[in-house]
């Protein structure tokens, strides 16, 4: 968690911003915190860099309401808790509905704090999942990219079906199949392994579990029904 926050207190009263304050202060002692009381001064501040919203309900000209629904607007990604003593239950069903992250009552502030932080770790965990997902996607391009990129026609396989899952231009050349027609079928309607001399079976390369590569020659059936002479190497 980041050991200064900035925090923006829609608050009115300043008795209430007060206390408010001096609860989150003692538990993140380096929190900067900007109160403001109109409209024009909550759109001005939410240009600023912000870990968290904090809003009363009721704002003499200016709503709660229409202070989440402006947030949601400029900074969905900052979490908005409502801390009021006037917002009913069905209010802050709704207010919760429309985006807001969650609400605390004055009269039960005891329960801000563990409000506050799991909101901020819920920002944080949702920050972590987007790093790992935009890993993922740049690592399948870089995989997609070297895949296709390889002058020997490749297949991926499920080891335990046998099917194949994936496969590159080359392949689709050589077979002259297109990807959906290869996708999904068994490598041996494709591969037609040599008959091993001791065994007298025809056998397909197998994915050794210590990662050695494994050949074999073997038939490529083209969708023509010609067959190419191939050597075929398999590994997990």
Known sequence: MKATLRILNLEDNARDAELTEAMISAQWPHCNIIRVETREEFVSALDDDLDLILS??????????????LAQEKRPEVPFLFVSGTIGEDAAVEALKSGA???????????LIPAVDRALREV???????????????SEHKYRELFESLSDAAFLADEGTGKIIDTNRQAQTLLGRSRAEILGRAQSQFLLAAVAKESGKSVLPAAEPNHKVESSRCELIRADKKSVPVEARATR
């Open 56 to 69: 009363d309900y009721t704002i003499p000209g200016f709503s709660g309401r229409d202070a989440l629904l």
């Open 101 to 111: 992250t969650d609400y605390v009552l004055k009269h039960r502030l005891t329960r």
């Open 124 to 138: 944080e965990e949702h920050t972590e999942r987007e790093r790992a997902e935009e890993a993922m996607r740049q």
